[in-house]
């Protein structure tokens, strides 16, 4: 079974940063396709970043252009959020999950359809 653990949310100032982390056992082996995905009050869950590294592409929400970056680190199974620039509208639970991405639209991808071992998520606030 799947266990996918994010970690390094906090409160944040608008325009400040965040490092978020997933241990990601399995997942970051190069023909995986991981990501990013978060969930903000009353909300339905959103896609952030979708990394598919054999590709060499990350597809990406629009709305974080720019500010946001995904990268992975295969010896240590982990999988990392670079969030800066952060708005008030960032806040929310993120949550790292397997992904697939439109190789035609940076802004398409999707969760891995069937997958359903979310983790515990970790809350981004950001707020002044």
């Known amino acids: 079974q799947v266990h996918l653990v994010e970690t390094g949310g906090g409160l944040v100032q608008p325009g400040g940063s965040l490092r978020l982390s997933c241990a990601a056992p399995g997942f970051t082996r190069d023909y995986y396709h991981i990501g990013w995905f978060r969930q903000a009050p009353g909300k339905e869950r959103e896609g952030v970043l979708c990394l598919s590294s054999r590709e060499g592409r990350i597809n990406y929400a629009e709305s974080v252009k720019g500010r946001f970056t995904i990268s992975k680190n295969n010896a240590e199974n982990t999988v990392y959020l670079e969030m800066n620039s952060l708005k008030v509208e960032d806040t929310g639970v993120y949550y790292c999950?397997?992904?697939?991405?439109?190789?035609?639209?940076?802004?398409?991808?999707?969760?891995?359809?069937?997958?359903?071992?979310w983790g515990q998520g970790t809350q981004v606030t950001v707020s002044s």
């Open positions: 999950a397997p992904c697939a991405g439109d190789p035609d639209s940076d802004y398409d991808f999707y969760i891995q359809p069937g997958f359903d071992s």
